[in-house]
């Protein structure tokens, strides 16, 4: 049975897998997994840095990923383009405790009577790590310090976010840019998440 069967949508071609497609998006998703448990692993997050992302090698992940298998940018991007939505995002961030999309919750008297919990500081952590290294892997040579925070600017989803959650996510970004990213590390390793 199929998390989402994408054929009961009208008009839709949904393209082939082909070997291509699934080795470039298993190849993508292990690049990215290897990049961010080397930023875990500085934070002094060991089962994050090795877990991370895990869902992607689910069915429900791997396999619409690998038919809209771009290597420049997110699969998912292709699919809301087509479809207004993406099944394999939102099993994805259904799973994965570093996305902030994952800490929406009812709340009463909010708008929408949804609103974002505040993140634990250690997937705030994970969701730093994460930026790089995907801004590293889609950005190749053109990454530089600046790309987390100006891929955050592209796109400020400011009201999703807890405010707790966006101020350390903004000075993290900020940090980064202006004193790099072992420094970045090292100080949510030992001031941010207190470890040794
Ligand atoms: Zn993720």
Redesign the pocket.
Known sequence: MKYIDMNEFQDCKIPKLTVKNIVGNFKTVTRHRNLVRKYCFKMGLYWQGLTH?LSKYSPSEFWISARYYQGNRSPHAALREQFGFSPGWLH?KGR?K??YEYWLDFKKNTPGNISPCKMPDRYIAEMVA?RIAACRIYEGDKYTLSSPLAYYNKAPEANLLHPYTREKLEMFLHMIEEKGEDYTCNYIRHNFLHKK
Do not use: T
């Open positions: 992302d994805h994965n570093h996305h994460d």
